[in-house]
């Protein structure tokens, strides 16, 4: 089906005979948007599961996409691989042994990250110009500073371990 020539005060409703909107589209399954432009299959999912209280949006190469990978909660939590978001940014690991936040330079260098242990451990590094971590904190292993000076209570160390 194709439409043309409509002018600006035509709404067009799917599943509704009052539409509220320019487009609007009511129903118990969500909305699937499909490409299958460059030989691919993708399918973008949204979806206000209105009984948990989030819009929820998936994406899925293949089929008809699963959990959401993004979700808006009415609160404002936003969550990213978790449904349940409880802070105003909840990001969920989707595995050990890799990054679960992710920081990158204009020149997309690392410049600072979070990630998971293959033991589960959190660990947080901040990296140099030339991507080295200079400093790391590692919640079941070793932290250490490797950057320079470092103060507490002065913002200008004047030896490698200064204190105010």
Do not use: C
Request: glycine content about 16%.
């Amino acid at each position: 089906m194709k439409f043309s020539g409509f002018n600006t005060t035509t709404k067009i409703g799917i599943g509704t005979a009052s539409p509220e909107a320019k487009l609007h589209v009511k129903g118990s399954e969500g909305l699937v948007l499909q490409s299958s432009s460059g030989g691919g299959d993708e399918r973008w999912m949204f979806d206000s599961n209105g009984y948990q209280g989030y819009l929820g949006i998936g994406f899925s190469a293949t089929s008809t996409p699963g959990t959401p990978k993004l979700v808006i909660k009415e609160d404002g939590n936003v969550g990213i691989n978790t449904t349940a978001p409880s802070a105003i940014l909840h990001i969920r690991s989707s595995g050990t042994a890799r990054n679960v936040f992710y920081v990158a330079a204009s020149d997309n260098s690392h410049l600072a990250g979070i990630y998971e242990e293959s033991d589960g451990r959190g660990a947080l590094n901040v990296r140099n110009a030339g991507g080295t971590a200079t400093i790391n904190l590692d919640s079941g292993n070793h932290s250490w500073f490797t950057g320079g000076n470092f103060g507490v209570g002065t913002a200008s160390p004047a030896g490698t371990f200064h204190t105010v």
